[in-house]
């Protein structure tokens, strides 16, 4: 997805997605076009998050096929959003625009894990783009190429350092490279295997024993996240 690769879309449809929907109904879309991650992840823990907080008709947007998300939902036994596919056929922005109407409170698009339209239509109708980035040198190439279409499309974007690992040169310098990018989360989210239980259970953190500090780095990542939605509307 890099500079001269990106204008899939029509100028007018990209402008109806960004003047339309990320300023009257939040939406969050996680993007990295890196496999694994951690965007479907990210967004079943923020729907949950939601959820638990009172946030009223959370829809998740499944854009990558046989993903994660759709996985956990369907194991899911708890509070859990309603779930939505979008595999490009039709228009987004019809999508969001009967979400709007229906007065859904908060809309979560997961990305597929490659430079294409759908993804270009995610950044374009996003209120904040979040971007999960593993400390790898892969990722941060790929959250580069992200980087530059959202700035592209006057979008802000929040960076998230996930699977990190405490102390290691490596999860710093990516961290460094990200806060040159843009805004960082206030916290990392640490590698710990239990997300993987997690999902494939249809739970999150906050519902597994021995996890708190895991929910915690989530919760404060949702509530950053929250903040900011609160602070763009107001
Ligand atoms: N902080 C973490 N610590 C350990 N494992 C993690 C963490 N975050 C995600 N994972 C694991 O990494 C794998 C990929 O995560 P996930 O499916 O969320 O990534 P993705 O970006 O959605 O991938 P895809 O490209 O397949 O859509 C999963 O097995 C997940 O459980
Ligand atoms: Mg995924």
Redesign the pocket.
Same mark, same amino acid.
Do not use: C
């Given at each position: 997805m890099s500079d001269d690769k990106f204008s899939w879309l029509g100028e007018d449809e990209l402008r109806e997605l960004i003047e339309k929907y990320g300023r009257t109904m939040p939406v969050i879309s996680?993007v990295?076009t890196?496999?694994?991650?951690?965007?479907?992840?990210?967004?079943?823990h923020m729907a949950a998050a939601a959820l638990a907080g009172g946030t009223e008709s959370v829809v998740a947007i499944d854009m990558?096929a046989?993903? +994660?998300?759709a996985h956990w939902w369907n194991r899911r036994r708890g509070g859990k959003p309603a779930l939505s596919s979008y595999t490009g056929a039709g228009k987004l922005s019809a999508i969001l625009g009967r979400l709007r109407d229906m007065g859904v409170k908060l809309c979560l698009i997961?990305?597929?894990?490659v430079a294409n339209d759908m993804v270009e239509q995610a950044i374009a109708a996003a209120s904040i783009v979040v971007i999960?980035c593993?400390p790898r040198r892969k990722d941060l190439d790929a959250v580069r190429e992200v980087a530059v279409v959202a700035h592209y499309l006057e979008k802000k974007c929040i960076f998230v350092v996930? +699977?990190?690992l405490p102390k290691t040169r490596m999860t710093e310098a990516i961290a460094v490279e990200l806060s040159k990018l843009g805004t960082l989360a206030p916290t990392p989210?640490?590698?710990?295997?239990?997300?993987?239980?997690?999902?494939?259970e249809g739970r999150v953190m906050a519902e597994v024993e021995d996890e708190a500090r895991?929910a915690k780095e989530i919760a404060t990542v949702w509530e950053y996240l929250q903040e900011r939605l609160e602070r763009m509307r107001s």
């Open positions: 996680v990295n890196e496999p694994g991650s951690g965007k479907s992840t990210l967004i079943a990558a046989r993903s +994660s998300l997961d990305t597929p894990s999960p593993r996930n +699977s990190a989210i640490h590698r710990r295997p239990a997300f993987a239980k997690a999902m494939e895991a």
